[in-house]
């Protein structure tokens, strides 16, 4: 499976509810897309119900197969294609290319946004209930292998990026083949290189004095690891050995850094930040480092508890995550965009500014 960037914007007028968005709008739209190529007996999109994506077949063939005896062709110029993909399998199945296959891949949480401007027109998208009400009957093939490009797309590190972003992970992945029981990375051990599962399964285990409390996990094609340690600079909190066979994909820390990193551990400029709304000012620093210094005003969660205080983070303020936790700062900054918060990090050159910007800015 290949990627490719260019999308015209008239190409949304076959596509429902595409065709309703504004030509005004559709340029915005385009930076949440991005158009991808797959090979014959590959699989284009798979039921799940993590999906935060539509899939829309723009030249070829496919297969939408709910089972061995219930799968039936579509084709880019039938009137079906002019739905998302997911559409013909909202209970189950799995549509594989036929022929070499062209899809546009969207945002869809950005396509149900933008359908609410103003200048957009009433909407509703058309269910296939009709075509595959019967389904629930039927067992599903699963037999297929995992497309971890899919999985990731709807991951929330995927959900941060661009599509040039995406498209710049996937080119930037060098692809290592690994064996049933192969260490890939040991608990305790320094940060070297991010990854992503492309096949096969392994075990996450955690460290007994780590957040997880020696909890074990599975990960499966499409799931990532190793970013948290590079962002933060410090040891691993968890070993994490192959279950089976497979490959894995491998980016070197100076490009995650510039690629992923740097699209979600984000500084405002001093504008920027004079307009933030009622910013909250969060300090992840341990409690008796707050106690000895912290800036007004500011509220005091240890990075090491912010998973447990995600849920309960209030999705309308915005956070600034103070600068003297450093890259512990910077590592909240990078969980909590991925927890669909809107996060900032504050360096040193923005802490330097805040005496002469306070007085602007309400705070709290």
Not at 236 to 245: L, P, Q
Request: glycine letters at 6%; hydrophobic letters at 40%; charged letters at 25%.
């Amino acid at each position: 499976m290949t990627a490719h960037t260019i999308i015209n914007k008239e190409l949304f007028d076959r596509f429902l509810p595409l065709n309703l968005i504004p030509l005004a709008l559709r340029d915005e739209v385009i930076k949440h897309a991005m158009i991808t190529s797959f090979d014959v007996c590959k699989n284009i999109v798979k039921h799940s119900d993590r999906s935060t994506l539509y899939h829309y077949l723009i030249d070829g063939y496919a297969e939408i197969r709910h089972s061995f005896n219930h799968r039936t062709n579509i084709s880019s110029d039938g009137e079906k294609s002019c739905y998302p993909l997911e559409e013909h399998i909202q209970r189950g199945g799995v549509v594989r290319a036929v022929t070499p296959c062209r899809v546009m891949i969207i945002n869809r949480d950005y396509v149900h946004e933008i359908m609410t401007h103003p200048e957009s027109k009433e909407y509703d998208v058309v269910h296939l209930d009709s075509d595959i009400g019967h389904q629930n009957q039927m067992a599903i093939d699963d037999e297929y292998k995992s497309d971890w490009m899919t999985i990731f797309y709807q991951s929330q590190l995927a959900s941060n990026l661009s599509a040039n972003k995406i498209q710049q992970v996937l080119n930037n992945l060098i692809n290592v083949n690994v064996t049933c029981g192969q260490t890939i990375i040991e608990c305790h051990s320094a940060g070297d290189c991010f990854y992503i599962i492309k096949e096969g399964y392994a075990e996450v285990i955690t460290d007994q004095s780590g957040p997880f409390k020696g909890d074990k996990f599975t990960l499966e094609p499409g799931d990532y690891f190793g970013d948290e340690a590079l962002v933060a600079d410090t040891i691993r909190n968890a070993s994490i050995v192959m279950m089976t066979d497979g490959i894995i994909g491998k980016m070197d820390p100076a490009v995650f850094g510039e690629v992923i990193k740097n699209a979600l551990v984000v500084t405002p400029s001093t504008d920027e930040f004079i307009h933030l709304p009622h910013p909250v000012f969060y300090d992840v620093r341990l409690p008796f480092e707050y106690k000895q210094s912290h800036l007004p005003a500011s509220i005091n969660i240890p990075l090491g508890e912010i998973r447990n205080h995600l849920p309960t983070l209030d999705r309308e303020r915005v956070y600034v995550i103070t600068h003297e936790g450093g890259r512990r700062s910077e590592l909240a900054t990078y969980l909590m965009r991925q927890a669909g918060i809107e996060a900032y990090y504050m360096d040193d050159v923005l802490f330097d500014a805040l005496p002469a910007i306070l007085g602007e800015l309400n705070v709290g």
